[in-house]
């Protein structure tokens, strides 16, 4: 079965950190670029992060940057997103999703169900 799932939420305190993957089911995740996006109750959904297949250089959307990092392992047929000095507007599910290119809008497969990421004191 073609399939991604995520991984690594839970609860962290402001200022924390947590690492979330994204594991590929029945195909090969460096076929494709990876991008992550989140989506919180009564907020848009935002791509936040995306890795190339052939270019790995990342991308980040400006709510993130400096603070996140994607990366991929292509022998574990996974792909990371290390989250650092989470905030109070981390909060959101995020998922993943294959991508031709990261500067495409929509993915080419499904988004995934998604963890949950809590930032709370």
């Known amino acids: 079965q073609v399939q991604l799932v995520e991984s690594g939420g839970g609860l962290v305190q402001p200022g924390g950190s947590l690492r979330l993957s994204c594991a590929g089911s029945?195909?090969?995740?460096?076929?494709?670029?990876i991008g992550w996006r989140r989506q919180a109750p009564g907020k848009e959904r935002e791509k936040i992060a995306c890795?190339?297949?052939?270019?790995?250089?990342?991308t980040y959307a400006g709510s993130v940057e400096g603070r996140f990092a994607i990366s991929r392992d292509n022998g574990a047929n996974t792909v990371y997103l290390q989250m650092n000095d989470l905030k109070p507007e981390d909060p959101a599910r995020y998922s993943c999703?294959?991508?031709?290119?990261?500067?495409?809008?929509?993915?080419?497969?499904?988004w995934g169900l998604g963890t949950q990421v809590t930032v709370s004191s």
């Open positions: 999703a294959t991508f031709l290119v990261c500067l495409d809008l929509a993915p080419i497969g499904p």
């Open positions: 029945g195909f090969s995740l460096a076929d494709y670029a």
């Open positions: 890795i190339g297949r052939r270019d790995p250089t990342p």
